[in-house]
């Protein structure tokens, strides 16, 4: 890679990082996993860096792709004892973070497929076509998803709120 490329590649991973971790973060519901997708994906980046011509569009599809892969991955499956050690809510944010955590843990039950579309339509803000065109897939297929993890997601939360209420 030139210089010039490392250069331009270095400001990318500083100004892209975070929201490339977040999107990581909400597809596969670890922040651990969404790390290793990251970084991954960035790996890949930069070896391909001189080819690539929509990057960050480019980054995003690989990251969704990578995180959904972390997911499935067999020794991924198993569980800390207490998963609420690692991703708590900070002191100052309770109120805030209580309700960011409820959805995250709902987000958690809907089918990596379905949350991949979910977290991009609503939280990237992307349109049917450019989501079908970050996942190669068909704007109807995209469609039925987001509705299918939108049921899943009311579901996912109604059964939280019932646990809740039932306590």
Known sequence: MHKDDE???????TSRMESLRGLAYLTCGDWQLAEDAVSTVLAKLYTRWSRVVML??????????????????????????????????TPGEQGRADELTHVRDA???????????????????????????VLGRRRGTVKSQTAKGLGALRTA??????EVTIR
């Open 107 to 133: 987000l958690r039950e809907v089918p990596p497929g379905q949350r991949a579309v979910l977290v991009l339509r609503f939280y990237e803000g992307l349109s049917v076509d450019e989501t079908a065109e």
């Open 157 to 162: 939360l109604s059964a939280d709120q019932l």
């Open 7 to 13: 250069e331009e590649f270095r400001e990318f991973v």
């Open 56 to 89: 960050y569009s480019y980054a995003r599809r690989m990251v969704v792709n990578a995180a959904i892969d972390e997911t499935r991955r067999p020794w991924r499956r198993e569980r800390s004892t207490s998963p609420e050690l690692l991703d708590g809510p």
